[in-house]
């Protein structure tokens, strides 16, 4: 609900589903302060429905909406053949200006929740819960589940569900964005390497296939499939469990689909890298097909978890994650060949490429995942095209980044492309699908 340049949010307090925490939301929310985290206008209770309503700024735009534009791609839809330029083109310029922003912004964003003096885990990053202003300024929103790491006991007294480092919720995230850890049933568990896989799964969606579907087909998320089943506890996948996928194209346009492009009664939706949509067992199969199946090495602490030997996984490596993504820049990718993606944790010398960036969230071993403070000096942020921030206050494109960012020339608030002057604005308004099919 908007009320001129608010949004008010209204959840049950008597009602509530465990561990959903509107109140914990409110408290958390009224302590933060940072460009990149929704503010809290004010918030009232209604004595008689036991309501809890929070006024927050209305925000028009969702990642989730630029992440269905068929425009969000360093491809076009229809090509006359591969280029073998070293140059970008124009869409690819594009495309990366507005995606490096968004995802250096989500980082400021989450790394301020991590550090010491705030100590925040969200535990629920996802597309849907990143808004973007009309000048292109990502905010986090929805803290109903977040955790307070290190709040004592009276902090927490009057939470709907009050949750302590003893035992903690597993039953946090959401499907295809949750670490693989909260699917074998912890009580305590690193808070804040969940939002670092989160991450990792969240940023790869830039870069997964789009898929055109028809407006009859039902309504639900597009992930990569595979031919093997899922494995079970007392059976084995089929003898090809592991064998490649074939490559996916930036665009998928099934066989049958009655739309073209561009017809109205079509939509793009976004490829997610891991399947949530066949429960928590069909998760961890299909993040171990990707990611390998973890041993020893991979995942030391795998053993540990409460329900690590109930369920029998067939041993199958790591993929290459390249051929997972195919919206990477191309430009990038001679580099991004270079990575090895197969290995846990990743090479010490970060390499200036997206897939590089991601691949550093997406480690088993929680303790070995990239935190978020070191992942604002990652090299890609600084590499061409140099990293574009919303038109807003001067005092704004300090707070909470890293000291390289007031370095002279390192961040820009506008763009040249095709000889025009863009801002952060002007790329999100090109992009965003709102009303796109």
């Known amino acids: 609900m908007a009320l001129g340049s608010s949004q008010v949010k209204t959840s049950t307090t008597t009602h509530a589903k465990e561990p959903h925490d ?97 100590q925040i885990a969200h535990r629920d990053v996802k597309p849907s819960n990143v808004l973007l202003t009309p000048m292109g300024c990502a905010q986090l929103i929805d803290f109903g589940i977040a955790f307070h790491v290190g709040e004592d006991r009276a902090s927490k007294a009057r939470d709907l569900w009050p949750e302590y480092t003893a035992r903690m919720y597993f039953e946090v995230s959401t499907g295809p964005y949750r670490a693989p850890e909260l699917l074998f049933g912890p009580r305590t568990y690193d808070a804040f390497a969940i939002d670092a896989w989160s991450l990792g799964a969240t940023f790869a969606e830039f870069f997964t296939p789009l898929h055109l579907q028809d407006d009859d087909e039902d309504e639900q998320s597009f992930s990569f499939q595979s031919s093997d089943r899922m494995p079970d506890s007392k059976s ?48 961890a199969w299909s993040i171990f097909k990707i990611r390998g199946t973890p041993n020893a090495d991979t995942w030391p602490s795998f053993l540990t978890l409460p329900d690590a030997n109930k369920v029998f996984f067939a041993d199958v490596p790591a993929t290459d994650l390249t051929i997972r993504l195919p919206n990477l820049p191309p430009t990038t990718m001679s580099a991004s060949l ?100």
């Not at 028009?60 to 280029?83: A, N």
């Not at 969230?361 to 990239?370: D, G, I, N």
């Not at 140099?386 to 007031?406: C, F, K, M």
Request: charged content about 20%; hydrophobic content about 35%.
């Open 338 to 437: 270079r990575t090895d993606t197969a290995t846990h944790p990743p090479c010490s010398d970060p390499v200036s490429t997206p897939l590089d960036l991601l691949h550093r969230f997406l480690v088993y071993e929680p303790s070995r995942r990239l935190r978020l403070s070191e992942s604002l000096d990652h090299p890609w942020f600084r590499a061409e095209p140099g990293l574009v921030l919303p038109a807003d206050s001067e005092e704004d494109i300090q707070v909470g980044r890293p000291a390289w960012v007031s370095e002279a020339g390192a961040v820009t608030r506008s763009f040249i492309v095709e000889g025009q002057s863009r801002t952060l604005g002007d790329l999100l308004r090109m992009h965003v699908v709102s009303k796109e099919h």
């Open 22 to 118: 509107i109140i914990k939301e409110v408290r958390l929310l009224a302590s933060l302060s940072h460009p990149n985290v929704i503010p809290l206008i004010k918030h009232e209770i209604s004595r008689r429905s036991q309501n809890l309503s929070l006024w927050m700024p209305y925000i028009p735009y969702t990642l989730d909406e630029v992440l269905q534009s068929s425009r969000f791609s360093p491809h076009p839809i229809i090509s006359f053949g591969s280029t073998t330029s070293s140059s970008p083109t124009p869409r690819e310029v594009q495309f990366v200006v507005l995606a490096k922003s968004i995802i250096f912004q989500v980082l400021c964003g989450m790394s301020y929740l991590h550090s010491e003096h705030v």
């Open 236 to 283: 084995e996948p089929e003898s090809d469990a592991g064998a490649p996928a074939p490559p996916p194209t930036p665009f998928v346009i099934p066989r049958g689909t009655h739309t073209r492009p561009g017809m109205p009664s079509g939509r793009w939706s976004r490829a997610s890298l891991f399947d949530g949509m066949r429960g928590e067992i069909g998760l």
